[in-house]
C-alpha cells in the first residue's frame, strides 16, 4: 500500500510557474503508475498528467508544452513542474498510483490518492 502526500501548491500570476510533489511512503513505488489530477468547483476531475513505471509520459492536451511530470524512484518522489500558468490551471491538484494502469488519465485506474495541494492563477 501507499501513502501519498503533495505539496507545493499556492498561488501565481499568469504566466507563473509552481512545482508540486508528491512522496510515497510505502513498497514498491517503482511499481506503480502515478499520475496527477486537478478538480475545480463545479468541474469533473481532470487527468492531468501521468508517468508510467518506464518512465512514459502521458500529457492532457490542455497542459502539454507547460507542465512536465516526472519520478524519482530512490527517493519515492513525483513532481509536476508547472510552467506559463493559465487562470484555467486553477485547481485542487492530488497524485495518485495505480498498478498496471492500462488508461494513463482515467482516475478509475488509480487506487491510491493524496488529500491534494491548491493551485491558484490569478491574471
Known amino acids: 500500500q501507499l501513502q501519498l502526500v503533495e505539496s507545493g501548491g ?3 500570476q499568469t504566466g507563473g510557474s509552481l512545482r508540486l510533489a508528491c512522496v510515497a511512503s510505502g513498497s514498491a513505488f517503482d511499481r506503480y503508475s502515478m499520475a496527477w489530477f486537478r478538480q475545480s468547483p463545479g468541474k469533473e476531475r481532470e487527468g492531468v498528467a501521468a508517468i508510467a ?12 508544452g507547460r507542465f512536465v511530470i516526472s519520478r ?28 498496471l494502469v492500462a488508461s494513463h488519465l482515467d482516475s478509475y485506474e488509480y ?13
Request: overall charge negative; proline content about 2%.
Open 10 to 12: 499556492g498561488s501565481a
Open 53 to 64: 513505471t518506464d518512465s512514459t509520459t502521458t500529457y492532457a492536451d490542455s497542459v502539454k
Open 72 to 99: 524519482d524512484n530512490a527517493a519515492n518522489t513525483l513532481s509536476l513542474q508547472m510552467n506559463n500558468l493559465k487562470p484555467e490551471d486553477t485547481a485542487m491538484y492530488s497524485c495518485a498510483a495505480g498498478y
Open 111 to 123: 487506487n491510491y490518492w493524496g488529500q491534494g495541494t491548491q493551485v491558484s492563477v490569478s491574471t
